[in-house]
């Protein structure tokens, strides 16, 4: 069965529990991300630009547009601050091309909330499964996967929502072929982001023009001439999910830093250590950080968050890490942590991966204390969201905190979309 | 140089007055083409689902939306006959990507036909500049170059008619490279002609975007992990153009069937014989066109379109061969036609190009004449003109030909768009 065939049968199948859980999660966490977003002065006149017509569906900073603007808006928003989820089978950000298509279609269409997360559970599943099937080389070669990848999770899933036929359905992910796209060379710029914006609006659109007659290739994606073969796919196997979905092993940014401090963070999270009687810490990690993360003195917020020494300092002393605030240039001259970070030491260490931290604090007593993370090791639900929670009070606030969060396991979608409106 | 940079430097030339000519001739020729397309009943739910707002840019057919939907809707109605203009170095269409961004655009921004024009000459040009520079390969693996180098012209066009400056053109080419798209596995659908509008759309969006501020790659088009790369590009040598522009060696299409007839015909358009005096006819062509047109006893208009002798055979008894309703089933059961087809028999001769036809006619008399013709042959202006007005007679009928041909040659561009509205 072809990667079309398997994804056109998956996109009506029933969501486990489990699955939209975890979506909710990241629906919880991706508009925090998007409001927050919609904060950053840049993006304003590009957002003014989409304002063409009122519509049904909100975008983040309260405007509310037709469904194709407001998920290209939110899409790009929401991805603005690099904070959003990560799914590193896909080789991508899962929720920033997925949500928007099926929040503003669901606003659009008046769907349930429970509803609306099945489909983005089917979209972000479906973008990871299309992610390994176009493989690492389509990554490598320069093609952003969040957008490209993400582009049919989001066709699927608004083809779900929209109640498409099987003839439909392969008409939107044919579409969607002379559509997804997004280069590498955008990082560092304002339209890397928007590469995730606009996979989210041909999301929207192809499953809208398939449901308005538009035909398409018998199969784009995995047929002669189409997408996989144009865009260096490797055409890797893939299986429809079973019992353990591609969802649960979704990443979070629970630290508003380059991702190569996290492991660290995560692991002196459970230091439980008067810094007082700290006399020495080593910090171990992936040879690849080396040259992108580890300013031993930063002088800038900037720098901090890229700052192995900092950063372990500030955490230590219990500066948060979640706000986007929280590296700022006063932290970078707090004497305290500069003390602080004089006792530590930054080494490579071949043994470990990219996601592994490894940390020996040597107490004045003469104590040894070791404590290691991996990215990758599974937390449970409760675990996953109470750092969610509090990683969303850092950026919104408790009380607009607790709104969304009430909002996203709720059953109101509209309540979901009140949150959007803007923060100062 | 590299391509981007010679692509932001050309886009604020002076334009030569023979290429304004030659782009005159084609936005008459594109507009007739648009106009016939819109009265295609497939299109007319796709159209319906982009009406989300009235503005100021008219559509085929009549309406007027944002001049992104409009360039989305005139780029997909244009190309929906596959009768508009064609360039052999580019590899693709060039006017149904660009003139649909820059008509939009310009009726938005109240631009004067004049410059209009001469934006729509530096995108027509910069297409051919960049479908060249991507070359056949990218071509060959799948790529849908009417789009592909088609939205860099558009870009390049939207633009020169914003007045952008010289950051605001690169990033306006560098968000291009981030949704220039389409694959070939779409020909023989309704995605097809999609391709076009929304490589037009593409134009208008990338232009008005960077003016609203986004920023892109540096070199999106040429540079690291950029489109060139991705894409299967070539990067072979381009030249900015001086006294031959490219788009002098357009070619227009006049008859409504397949281009393999469209030598013949031409050859045919100069026998100037009595039907009733011949006796035998040889029609020459290149091998490739033998499985592709050369149906010997059609029984459909459609097959029509693919049948040597009984295209010749119409042609010289004085049907037309321009209008759409040219080849109906009608004429493929005419007796006449059927009469003199039998005298006509077809052989393959490597010695011609595929541009190429060599046809004798043996009168009863025993005279012998030869007709050749190669598509490649460089037509005047004014010959181009009359051939082209005479199509337009075939697909609009007199009076809305004159209308439109008047309009073409003007100064006003409201005279133009009053001729999109529809046909019966």
Redesign the interface.
């Given at each position: 069965m072809s990667i079309t065939e398997q994804l056109v049968k998956f996109s009506t199948v029933e969501v486990p529990e489990e699955a939209a859980a975890m979506m909710r999660l990241s629906l919880f966490d991706w508009a925090a991300c998007g409001i927050m977003g919609a904060a950053e002065p840049?993006f304003a006149?590009?957002c003014?630009?989409q304002i063409?017509?009122d519509?049904p569906a909100h975008v983040f900073g309260g405007e509310a547009l037709?469904a194709a603007q407001a998920a290209l808006v939110n899409g790009t928003l929401s991805h603005a601050l690099d904070y959003d989820d990560t799914h590193f089978a896909h080789i991508g950000h899962p929720s920033v091309a997925v949500l928007p298509a099926v929040m503003a279609l669901a606003e659009t269409l008046d769907t349930p909330l429970t509803e609306a997360i099945d489909a983005a559970t089917i979209g972000v599943e479906a973008s990871v499964m299309v992610g390994v099937w176009l493989g690492r080389e389509h990554y490598q070669?320069?093609?952003?996967q969040t957008?490209t990848a993400g582009a049919f999770g989001a066709t699927l899933a608004a083809a779900r929502l929209l109640g498409l036929d099987k003839v439909q359905r392969r008409h939107a992910l044919?579409?969607c072929?002379?559509?997804?796209?997004?280069?590498?060379?955008?990082?560092g710029?304002?339209?890397k982001p928007?590469?995730a914006g606009?996979a989210a609006r041909t999301g929207v659109e192809a499953a809208?023009?398939a449901q308005?007659?538009?035909?398409?290739?018998e199969?784009?994606l995995a047929?002669?001439?189409?997408?996989g073969?144009?865009?260096?796919g490797e055409a890797a196997e893939v299986k429809l999910p079973r019992k353990d979905w591609q969802i649960s092993t979704i990443s979070h940014k629970f630290h508003a830093c380059c991702h190569g401090l996290h492991a660290m963070l995560e692991a002196l999270g459970g230091a439980n250590v008067d810094p007082e009687r700290i006399g020495a810490i080593k910090i171990r990690t992936h040879p690849r950080w080396m040259s992108v993360c580890n300013i031993p003195a930063p002088k800038t917020g900037l720098e901090v968050k890229f700052s192995y020494a900092h950063a372990a300092a500030m955490t230590l002393l219990g500066h948060g890490t979640g706000a986007i605030a929280s590296f700022s240039d006063e932290i970078a001259r707090d004497k305290d942590i500069i003390a602080l970070r004089e006792k530590i030491e930054v080494v490579e260490d071949e043994s470990l991966s990219e996601t592994q931290s490894l940390i020996t604090l040597t107490l004045e007593s003469g104590e040894v204390r070791r404590l290691r993370h991996d990215l990758m090791t599974p937390i449970t639900l409760d675990a996953r969201s109470a750092k969610l929670r509090s990683k969303v009070n850092a950026l919104l606030g408790e009380g607009r905190a607790e709104a969304l969060w009430q909002a996203a396991i709720g059953t109101d979608l509209d309540a979901v979309t009140d949150c959007f409106a803007g923060v100062e």
């Open positions: 840049e006149s590009f003014q630009a063409i017509e519509g037709g070669v320069g093609f952003h957008a044919g579409l072929a002379s559509m997804a796209s997004g280069v590498k060379a955008q990082f710029t304002m339209a928007l590469n606009l809208v023009w308005a007659g538009m035909t398409a290739a199969d784009g047929g002669p001439l189409g997408f073969e144009t865009h260096h």
